[in-house]
């Protein structure tokens, strides 16, 4: 668990992140949610130690990280994975190096044949088991990211931030990314922050969700409760697609949803009367 307590962060007198506290929940997708501008990726970096807040605090599971000492900040960060937002890769390395490489750096005991296991472990896991000779450039955008989540449980971390994970890629690999974002919290107890403004992503993974507007946090609870909403930033932002105002629409006029819809014309179908053979 991340618990985040007053959170402040200005730039040149221009307040970003204005007393925001919040918790990102073990095992569940976290989702940090909102429009550009927001403070999104500055309470990220300053979650992760990228930065520095003006005022307040972060414990990791009890643990104070903001002013505490170094190597107590440093234990903490090698329990973290990142997935950037446009995946990083080392465009030198094989996708089975890219994988490799926190464990050189972070696991200096390990053997090379438990870095071998680990990261052949964690590209099956993302289902590229038979991508590891393969460089950057000879992949698409979907396997990057998928190689840029490889790399960020091959050494095993407790805490899991993803930036736009779904960024440049089409909707059919947004949901996969998704998906396997969602499996791999839910299967490792991961606590899992995403910072995503992808309606889509709310639906399929929002476990736990937590909506920022003009620095401040505004509203917070799950996939089910969103569309329930009585904050009017947050009605502006989700009701903005058309799709989703549809989708709500269906869910009012319905006694079952969209699942009603599809069942009604069956029952009719199958208790309308038969007409005699002639």
């Given at each position: 668990m991340i618990e985040v307590h007053n959170i402040q962060k200005s730039f040149n007198g221009n307040p970003i992140l204005r007393g925001i506290s919040c918790t990102f929940e073990t095992g569940k997708c976290n989702l940090l949610l909102g429009g550009s501008g927001t403070g999104k990726s500055v309470l990220l970096q300053c979650i992760v130690g990228l930065m520095k807040p003006d005022i307040g605090s972060i414990t990791f599971d009890g643990t104070v990280f903001t002013n505490n000492k170094v190597d107590i900040k440093q234990e903490i960060r090698r329990k973290i994975g990142m997935l950037f937002q446009g995946g990083a890769l080392f465009d030198s390395m094989t996708v089975y190096e890219n994988t490799e490489f926190p464990l050189k750096m972070l696991t200096p005991e390990m053997t090379r044949e438990e870095r071998r296991d680990r990261v052949e472990f964690c590209l099956k896991r993302v289902g590229l088991e038979n991508a590891g000779n393969k460089m950057p450039s000879e992949i698409s955008g979907g396997m990057k990211k998928r190689v840029g989540i490889a790399r960020a449980i091959a050494p095993n971390c407790t805490y899991l931030f993803c930036d736009e994970p779904n960024s440049g890629l089409d909707p059919a690999t947004s949901i996969k990314i998704d998906e396997l974002i969602h499996e791999i919290t839910h299967e490792?107890?991961?606590t899992t922050v995403v910072i995503t403004h992808d309606m889509n992503s709310v639906v399929e993974i929002g476990d736990h969700i937590i909506f920022l507007h003009k620095g401040q946090k505004l509203w917070d609870g799950n996939k089910d409760e969103i569309l329930n909403t009585t904050v009017p930033e947050l009605k502006e932002f989700i009701f903005s697609s058309?799709?989703?105002?549809?989708?709500?629409?269906?869910?009012?006029?319905?006694?079952?949803?969209?699942?009603?819809?599809?069942?009604?014309?069956?029952?009719?179908?199958?208790?309308?009367?038969?007409?005699?053979?002639?």
């Open positions: 490792y107890g991961i058309s799709l989703v105002r549809a989708a709500k629409k269906v869910d009012e006029e319905t006694e079952g949803g969209l699942a009603a819809v599809v069942e009604e014309p069956l029952k009719e179908t199958e208790e309308a009367p038969k007409t005699p053979n002639s």
